[in-house]
């Protein structure tokens, strides 16, 4: 079985998600996978004993023994971290950012010319192998490291490459929308609760409902289709969903949809 060495340079939630992601997947990889963060030493201590990783103390000694190294730190660390990084990195190596505006050329334009660079956007789902993950490769990037980090991207679920330009536009839909989904849920929830039922059934309630939905969605059918079948002429789900369109709920999710990219935008630095 080949080993392949990455290096996670931030150890928060998505850093959290992946490596649960890339453990649940029984691949032709083994995966030595070290972490290192900022100052959360008891973060790393946790990390290590439940997906046996290596805690890095200082990830640029770990960074020269890495095939890939992800970065999974906030938009705003990456100015100091990639300068840093550029002292090191070699030609062999593949680079990958998740940040949310931060964009392959974003990446490229602060690392020595050639670089191979990758640009991420996962989600939190990675953690149960459901992520849906968008993939901007640069163009120096190797066919072997493009084999290399799909293995990684299976091991979290789905994945699509598409072109930088997209991920920016596609990051609400992908990276942020399940917090819009998770919203939803508690709405649905608190209902639930306030109406019949204790919060663990409300719980498989809401779950089973979305799960459901979720998987005639991707059998093909569009949503509008499975509305009407859903709503009876005349019936229940029809009064309900005049009250969404009367508060104007598919304008709402677009607005949240144009308000979290710009904000994508505004927190990547500077190129
Ligand atoms: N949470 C999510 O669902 C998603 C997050 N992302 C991206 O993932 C990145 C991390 O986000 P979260 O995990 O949510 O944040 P977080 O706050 O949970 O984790 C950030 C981690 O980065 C570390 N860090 C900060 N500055 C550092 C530095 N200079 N050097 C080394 N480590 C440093 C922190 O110690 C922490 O471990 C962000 O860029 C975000 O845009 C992308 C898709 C989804
Ligand atoms: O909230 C954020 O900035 C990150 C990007 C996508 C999901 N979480």
Avoid at 19 to 44: E, F, K, M
Avoid at 157 to 167: I, M, P, S
Avoid at 174 to 191: M, Y
Wanted: charged fraction near 15%; glycine fraction near 8%; hydrophobic fraction near 45%.
């Amino acid at each position: 079985m080949t080993t392949v060495h990455v290096l996670f340079i931030g150890a928060g939630r998505m850093a959290r998600a992946m490596i649960a992601g890339i453990r649940r997947r029984q691949g032709p990889i083994h995966w030595d996978i070290s972490v290192a963060n900022h100052q959360d030493s008891a973060r790393l201590t946790e990390l290590t004993t439940t997906f046996r990783v290596r805690a890095q103390t200082d990830w640029r000694t770990a960074a020269e023994q890495a095939d890939i190294i992800i970065l999974a730190m906030p938009p705003a660390a990456h100015q100091t971290v990639l300068e840093t990084l550029s002292h090191h990195v070699l030609p062999h190596q593949l680079v990958a950012s998740v940040a949310a505006g931060i964009g392959v050329s974003g990446l490229a334009s602060k690392l020595p010319e050639g670089t191979q660079c990758a640009w991420l956007m996962p989600n939190i789902a990675a953690a149960v192998g459901e992520s849906m993950t968008l993939c901007a490769f640069g163009d120096t990037v190797t066919a072997d490291n493009r084999e290399k980090l799909a293995e990684i991207l299976r091991g979290l679920g789905q994945y699509h490459v598409c072109t930088e330009t997209q991920v920016h536009h596609l990051t609400a839909i992908t990276g942020s929308a399940p917090a819009f989904a998770f919203q939803f849920a508690e709405a649905l929830e608190q209902a639930a609760t306030a109406l019949a039922t204790d919060e663990t059934t409300a719980r498989l309630l809401v779950g089973q409902m979305l799960l459901g939905s979720a998987k005639l969605l991707l059998s093909g059918r569009p949503p509008e289709e499975l509305t009407d079948e859903v709503a009876t002429p005349g019936g229940a789900t029809a009064a309900g969903l005049s009250v969404l369109t009367e508060a104007q709920f598919k304008t709402r999710v677009m607005d949240a949809i144009e308000a979290t990219n710009q904000r994508a935008r505004a927190l990547a630095p500077e190129t």
